[in-house]
């Protein structure tokens, strides 16, 4: 299925330590939460080690969603774990919502 929706969110934390730590407490939780989230419509779910900021402990997260209404069905979802996450270690999050216009895949 085509994604018709994307989120993109980057989260900046204090320390690597800090960074490691919430993976590491993702990872705990993830299958929980994964399964719930596909099936109120999320498509895909990627995180990205953003390495070319010296000095900045920066993750990058891709969320593709069917369309509006199944990124509006995940929110709840996303609230309970950013709450229980963010409560571990600080971060500074930015999140980047855009309806795709042009997806071109090459292989």
């Known amino acids: 299925m085509e994604s018709k929706l994307i989120n993109f969110s980057i989260a900046d934390y204090s320390s690597k ?3 490691e730590h919430n993976l590491f407490k993702w990872n705990e939780v993830k299958d929980k939460y994964l ?13 990205l080690r953003i390495w070319n900021k010296d000095g900045i402990f920066r993750l990058g997260y891709l969320f593709e969603y069917e369309d509006e209404l199944s990124f509006k069905k995940c929110q709840p ?23 795709v216009i042009e997806d071109k895949k090459f292989k």
Do not use: Y
């Not at 399964?35 to 995180?47: A, D, N, S, V």
């Open 35 to 47: 399964t719930k989230l596909e099936e109120k419509g999320m498509i895909r779910f990627t995180i």
């Open 17 to 19: 330590s800090d960074l």
């Open 77 to 99: 979802i996303w609230q309970e774990i950013e709450k229980n996450q963010t409560s571990q270690a600080p971060v500074k999050i930015f999140s980047n919502r855009g309806i």
